[in-house]
């Protein structure tokens, strides 16, 4: 069963269970839509291909309830610098 985990690996951002933002690899490394796009939907921590993480029916989820584990890169995310300028320029 997917962990289903809360954030972003990279810059924090909350996943909730029931969003389409999630993106995911094999081994659930967990990142948002922003940063798996800046990194061209590739984990960098595995190098396996994110993809978008199913949503889990919302009558699953209470007995089936997602992790409330956050994960965090120990390094910071350099794509994700880049995206943040950026986003603050527009
Ligand atoms: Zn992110
Ligand atoms: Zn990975």
Partial sequence: MLELRPNCE?????????????????????????????????CPNCGGELVRRPIRPAQKLTANPPS??????????????IAAAATRAT
Avoid at 11 to 36: G, K, N, S, V
Avoid at 68 to 81: I, N, Q, S, Y
């Fill in 68 to 81: 409330g584990r956050r994960v965090l890169r120990a390094e910071p995310c350099d794509h994700f610098k």
């Fill in 10 to 42: 990279c810059c924090d951002a909350d996943l909730p269970p029931e969003t389409r933002e999630a993106m995911i690899c094999t081994f659930e490394c967990t990142f948002c839509q922003d940063c798996a796009q800046a990194m061209a939907f590739t």
